[in-house]
């Protein structure tokens, strides 16, 4: 790919909601492609859609950015601060009749619509308002406030190599002539985005494909402006599990949803680069290598689906080599969304340590140390079937030698083992009771160890029960 000297990407969010997975994705790709090429990324909030856009919603998108460690050299620029650029850019297009006000109200507007209906003719602005050599526009109503057009070029087609899909070409008779600035003043995405990628000298575009029938129109106004064109890069769309366009109701969409759910932010973007991005058949990856492979190749052209089964996999990994100290305050967090107060301690950390390899999320892994927490509830059923005679005095007795051991692995498993030589037992038969007693459950890691990580008086009481 030839590159131009300074790669600049960046990555433009609506405040209008969270971030979504798909808009975090393209996030990535824009990242590590300035990273790899030594270049910069900056992040812009378009805000223009102002009834819609919210701080919280910024503060949401930045969150979740600083999350996934996403970091931006330049930013957050926001559109709406940048209003009056875009104004002297519109009287600067108007000067050199690239673009014009159109005075047609609302009401002149639909009865067009409804004319080109009956007609069966494409629905499109029919140029009332264009300036053209010899032509005698309509008096200027004093009581409208006008938009303002692009006018799009009438003829010939609009082609660009994309950086993901390959060559696309667009009719320019596809094409209306588009309003870029709205009677309030403020502008419309597609033009705001043109002097913005223009201004921050953005050199790649990488965004979702629904942008794609967007592209036409920004290459015309770069043309019009004599901007250099950034290359483009339109992504598939992610599709959920069942095959269809994620989305809310088909389970968590945004970013800060899986830090909720115990993911870790190296495993999400693990996930996510290689959701529409491969590099040979790896399946794992760190951020470095992330950046050092990124080079905006390999992107897949058509949709990728989200695979909450792989992603829990990758997560997986990440949680068996994670650190016991940080897995210990994310733990901790998970309880303090149930309402439990747990301090990140050493203790908690050792607890970490002894059940990450079965768990996928911290949010499992909080569901495992809640009995350590919290009172437990032995299923009667399957306790009942467990606890024979011979049993219960030798639960009795181990209970008693517990009383007294060293509160260590060594010496719990060994009042375990002296317990069972007394009683003619099998483990199972003694170590299944005392987790379901001690644990709620008749599955554990090796009890002693188990044991070991609680306070000695909970484990008495619990076998007294
Ligand atoms: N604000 C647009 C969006 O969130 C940006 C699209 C673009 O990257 O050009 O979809």
Request: hydrophobic content about 45%; charged content about 25%.
């Amino acid at each position: 790919m030839s590159t131009p000297s300074k790669i600049r990407t960046r990555i433009a969010p609506s405040p209008t909601g969270f971030l979504h997975l798909g808009t975090a994705r393209t996030a990535l790709y824009s990242w590590a492609f300035a990273r790899h090429f030594g270049g910069e990324f900056v992040l812009r909030i378009e805000d223009t859609d102002v009834a819609r856009s919210t701080q919280d919603s910024v503060d949401q998108i930045l969150a979740a950015m600083r999350w996934l460690g996403l970091d931006y050299d330049e930013g957050p620029i926001y559109q709406m601060q940048r209003l009056d650029r875009y104004l002297a850019v519109i009287e600067q297009m108007i000067a050199a009749g690239t673009a014009y006000r159109c005075y047609c109200t609302p009401e002149e507007l639909d009865a067009m619509k409804a004319g080109q209906e009956a007609r069966g003719e494409k629905r499109r602005y029919d140029g009332t308002w264009r300036p053209a050599p010899g032509k005698v526009l309509p008096p200027v109503p004093a009581d409208v406030k006008p938009v303002v057009r692009f006018a799009n070029p009438v003829d010939g087609v609009v082609t660009w190599d994309d950086l993901v899909k390959g060559p696309i070409s667009i009719a320019n008779e596809e094409i209306d002539d588009l309003i870029i600035l709205r009677p309030d003043g403020v502008p419309t995405y597609n033009f705001a985005v043109v002097v913005d990628d223009w201004d921050m000298a953005i050199t790649h575009v990488f965004r979702g494909d629904e942008h794609i029938n967007n592209t036409p129109w920004q290459i015309n106004i770069f043309e019009a402006l004599k901007a250099p064109l950034p290359r483009f890069g339109h992504c598939p769309i992610i599709l959920g599990d069942d095959g269809l366009k994620l989305s809310k109701r088909r389970g968590a969409v945004s970013v800060t949803a899986y830090e909720e759910g115990g993911y870790l932010p190296e495993a999400m973007l693990n996930y996510l680069a290689r959701l529409g991005w491969s590099h040979g058949d790896h399946e794992l990856f760190t951020r470095e290598q992330v950046v050092q492979w990124f080079d905006g190749t390999h992107l897949a052209k058509s949709p990728a689906q989200w695979d909450p089964a792989k992603l829990a996999w990758v997560n997986a990994q990440y949680l068996k080599q994670a650190d016991d100290a940080r897995l210990a305050t994310l733990v901790a967090q998970q309880f303090a969304r149930r309402g439990l107060t747990v301090a990140a301690d050493e203790r908690l950390a050792a607890r970490c340590a002894l059940f990450k390899d079965r768990c996928s999320t911290t949010v499992e892994l909080a569901d495992w140390l809640a009995m350590y927490e919290a009172p437990v509830t032995p299923p009667a059923d399957e306790l009942a079937a467990q606890t024979t005679d011979t049993v219960r005095t030798a639960l009795a007795a181990l209970r008693e030698r517990l009383a007294t051991v060293a509160w260590d692995k060594a010496a719990i498993s060994q009042a375990i083992k002296d317990t069972i030589g007394e009683h003619k037992l099998k483990m199972p038969q003694l170590a299944i009771p005392v987790r379901l007693l001690v644990c709620g459950r008749a599955q554990t890691p090796s009890i002693d160890a188990v044991l070991a990580l609680f306070d000695r008086e909970t484990v008495l009481a619990r076998l007294a029960a």
